[in-house]
């Protein structure tokens, strides 16, 4: 299961939230540093704080996990430059961008790895050079300092019970196939395991792949390949571990003729799975709500780039390889089938009604209850 596999339970504790502004943006930005008052009336000096994303553009870490940290780091810090901000899904540059943060000194580090294990020395080097790591969305190696996510055994979770749901079949053996993350993603492995705590024993996994990269295309072979293996007419429900995936098998199915296509799970709630929702080639997704996550990532950067501790804006501990009871802030997630939208991701403001039903869908966004 890569390198989730080690992942430790948790140790649970209360947190405060609090909830920010979207704005967009995307992409690669290299800006200023942050300096000034925290927002609470006790700044002491100049902050710079680096922030290390996994994509941009039209991924989810473009669209939404940056704006949202760019405005909850302005409201706790108002007076100060933006924060330095670099994306890239190649963790050998993922790993030059934290080397050239290091060299410009920032003071704290927001970082969603690309390759925990990869990146494990670059962890060590800002820790050397007394600069703290945040670990975001996924457990960063090495001697990190805080770290904010979604709790993923409860992300699998929600994926197997709605598949469960889908397929009526608490008995019936139907048969699946798993789509998974990159075992790179030490994530990929948490969700695995949440999904097969509720699914294992009641449905046949036909065949299940790590999905390398997390990569669409990678993932539209491995489906053509189940497809091949187990035949267009014995698969009864996919897996898939988020919504580019999920797009992806849905392409190889749709390239196979299967008819009717088996229910299909997804995550992120990204706008193209949602659409997908809406026309009945995509059974559920799960919605994260970002902002919780961006404004426990941004307070946990503060203090500590100020020498404070966070152990108040944790709800519990874990471990990676190197570090013990690391404060962690584990959010939870809310499953999104056609029934549910207007009341999740539109009711939140994560997309307005206009923005998931367009003209084709029309038809489907009234019959779904989202245009009345």
């Known amino acids: 299961m890569g390198l ?6 948790v140790k649970r504790r209360s947190l405060t ?7 967009a943006a995307a992409g690669l930005v290299l800006a200023g540093a942050c300096g000034g008052s925290d ?5 002491d000096g100049s902050l710079a704080v680096g922030v290390l994303l996994p994509g941009g553009g039209a991924s989810r870490f473009g669209q939404f996990d940056r704006p949202l940290i760019e405005q909850r780091l302005k409201g706790l810090c108002p007076d100060c430059p933006a924060p330095t901000f670099a994306a890239t899904a190649d963790p050998a540059v993922q790993r030059q961008q934290i080397e050239s943060m290091i060299t410009r000194q920032v003071d704290v580090l927001i970082l969603a790895a690309v390759d925990p294990q990869l990146l494990r020395p670059s962890v060590e080097a800002a820790h ?12 960063a190696q090495g001697p990190i300092s805080g770290y904010v996510t979604f709790d993923g055994a409860t992300v699998g979770r929600l994926q197997g019970e709605a598949l469960l749901t889908a397929l009526d079949a608490e008995a019936r053996g139907e048969q699946i196939v798993m789509m998974n993350g990159a075992t790179t993603d030490p994530n990929a492995g948490w969700f695995k395991r949440g999904a097969l705590s509720v699914i294992e024993g009641k449905v046949r996994i036909g065949k299940s792949y790590d999905t390398v990269g997390w990569r669409p295309e990678n993932a539209f072979v491995n489906m053509t390949n189940a497809i091949a293996a187990l035949g267009a007419g014995d698969i009864d429900g996919v897996l898939a571990a988020n ?21 299909i799970t997804g995550q992120d709630a990204d706008l193209a799975g949602v659409r997908r ?3 009945g080639d995509q059974y559920m997704t799960v919605y994260k709500p970002f902002e919780p996550a961006a404004d426990a990532a941004a307070k946990m950067a503060v203090a500590l780039g100020r020498g ?8 519990g501990t874990v471990d990676n390889a190197t570090t013990e009871d690391i404060p962690a802030v584990l959010l939870p997630s809310v499953p999104v089938t056609v029934g549910n939208i207007k009341d999740t991701v539109v009711k939140d403001g994560m997309y307005t009604v206009d923005q998931i039903c367009t003209p084709a869908l029309r038809s489907a966004c009234d019959e779904a ?4």
């Open 243 to 263: 919504d580019s995936l999920a797009g992806a098998v849905l392409a190889a199915l749709k390239a196979a003729e299967v008819r009717p296509l088996p229910p």
């Open 4 to 9: 989730g596999a080690g992942l430790p339970a």
């Open 308 to 315: 404070k501790t966070v152990d108040s804006l944790a709800t």
């Open 369 to 372: 209850g989202l245009t009345r």
């Open 128 to 139: 050397r050079a007394g600069i703290p790591v945040v670990a975001y969305d996924r457990l």
């Open 39 to 43: 927002g609470d009336g006790d700044g």
């Open 277 to 279: 929702i809406v026309r």
């Open 17 to 23: 939230r609090a909830s920010v502004a979207v704005a």
